[in-house]
């Protein structure tokens, strides 16, 4: 047994211990190849980055409540396995919209990735590439849109924050397209900011460059909402806006924050090309649903009429079999390629998602699917209470 095998077992041992299971390896003991989950990776990047930038990629609204509920709702759902099914040829490759994934588990679009790692999201984005996989570039980003688009290697979406004005969207709607993004995520569950208490105590500064786009997007006339809340266009909007985008937009346009039926039926017949359940990550309402709770709704309002995908809590590969089996077609990961980046730059954001990758392989293998059209619903039973 080597030094580090050795290592690894007593790290092991300790972790049971009712006494000990504090302990932790000293800092940067633990290389990449010791990563063998997301949360190894979560724990390695809050050794490495700053507090600050820690909460703000891992942190979420108020009470954190909804944070908390995207994980525990998977705890609600278990497989049922089939067995003796020829497994050995396992098959997870998607295509989207006309982009073409190895597994239908993307990165989503998170902002100011330079909070993670200097390398911002040009890495991520070659992260990306290796992994084979397709990354959602946010309007918050550290690095300007071409830089980021230049490095990537795999197809990339643009995530959508609706502003300054009509033009001033349209304007970026087009400048994304132009660059080569193959769809758009038009982001609707953000009409005011949010209340981010771990962001508020620690008096975070946005970064230059996000305080340069959101200057851009702010209409020279703004002024104090009622109640103390800022003024923001995107409290203007209604779903006839979300039409007009979808109308001049030449590509696919996603509606992203769907958590009912009722919105997501709205969402076809103003022109989305695709619905992404998703409550951003627990950053915007908390007391939203677990999106996992409210994805088997939203599925059975649009049928097959248009893809719906999903993000928020997923951790492992047995959380993305479960979303696939109540009718999403991929899903997005937010914090866990940050935490990559944060814990070992681009090579944490690439084994980050090649692991969740291998989780999801083991699991359609064990779980007796071996291809995504093999996933039906009775795969899963989701306990009521």
Known sequence: ?????????????????????????????????????????????????????????????????????????????????????????????????????????????????????????????????????????????????????????????FQLYAGPDGPGTRDRVQRAVDLGCKAILFTIDAPYFPHRERDLRNRLVRPEVQREVNARRRRPDEESATYGLPARFTSTLTWKFFGEVAGYAKVPVLAKGVLTAADARLAVENGAAGIVVSNHGGRYLDGDPATIEMLPEIVAAVGSRVPVLMDGGIRRGTDVLKALALGAKAVFVGRPPLWGLGAFGQPGVTRVMKLLQTELALAMGLAGVPNLAAIKPDLVAVDPR
Request: charged fraction near 25%; hydrophobic fraction near 35%; proline fraction near 6%.
């Open 1 to 157: 047994m080597t030094r580090r095998d050795s290592l690894r077992h007593f790290s092991t041992f300790l972790a049971g211990s009712p006494v000990l299971s504090a302990w932790q390896e000293p800092d940067r003991s633990l290389g990449i190849d010791d990563m063998l989950n997301v949360f190894d990776f979560d724990s390695a990047c809050k050794r490495r980055i700053t507090r600050e930038a820690y909460d703000y990629i891992s942190g979420g609204a108020e009470d954190e409540f909804t944070l908390r509920r995207n994980r525990s709702a998977f705890g609600k759902i278990t497989f049922r396995p089939r067995m003796l099914v020829d497994v050995s040829k396992l098959d997870m490759s998607i295509e989207l919209f006309g982009s073409k994934s190895d597994m239908p588990v993307f990165i989503a679009p998170t902002g100011t990735h330079g909070r993670a790692n200097p390398s911002g999201e040009p890495s991520t984005a070659k992260g990306a590439g290796e992994a084979g996989t397709i990354m959602g570039i946010s309007s918050s980003s550290s690095y300007p849109l071409n830089e980021i688009v230049k490095s990537a290697t795999r197809p990339v979406w």
